[in-house]
């Protein structure tokens, strides 16, 4: 990963990331095994719970097909550890051309995008004149709320 792109992701004082794997994502619907595949490697090399490493997989699976069904190749997949936050990214070259029929493919919210906020701590995309990146960030470890106090006031 380039210097220019880490400061663009993290110019706002966020720690840089303690680990980065990126993978090249192959413009085929077989990429998306592929590629899931490959990214169970270093998640479980960084030390994630096996049920943290499960939902970024489940990420990187929507990620790249998206980027398979929608954008135009190459596209890059990119991991980043950062402290108790996985980072994944799906870099592409932009929105595909229009289909053959002349319509552009349908917009608007879909299953496995309802999934990925579910399971986000934060997302979006990072969109340039010539690409998008599309990201996700998960935490690797589950948040600690506070217990709710009121359910354990007796009543008189």
């Known amino acids: 990963m380039n210097a220019q792109l880490m400061n ?39 030390g994630l719970s096996e049920g943290a490493v499960e939902k970024a997989l489940l990420v990187v ?21 950062l402290g108790d936050v996985v980072r994944i990214e799906v870099a592409d070259s932009g929105t595909a051309p229009v289909r053959s029929c002349g319509t552009p493919a349908p917009v608007g919210p879909r299953r496995g995008g309802a999934v990925v906020e579910a399971l986000a701590a934060g997302y979006g995309a990072d969109v340039r004149p010539k690409s998008v990146t599309h990201w996700v960030e998960l935490r690797t470890r589950p948040s600690v709320r506070p217990p709710n106090l009121l359910q354990f006031r007796r009543r008189p």
């Open 8 to 46: 663009r992701a993290y110019a706002a004082g966020a720690a840089a990331p303690k680990a980065v794997y990126t993978c090249p994502v192959p413009h085929t619907p077989q990429a998306v095994a592929a590629v899931r595949h490959r990214a169970r490697g270093p998640l479980t090399a960084w």
């Open 61 to 81: 699976s929507e990620l790249v097909t998206n980027a398979v069904l929608h954008a135009l190749p190459p596209a890059e997949l990119r991991l980043l550890l």
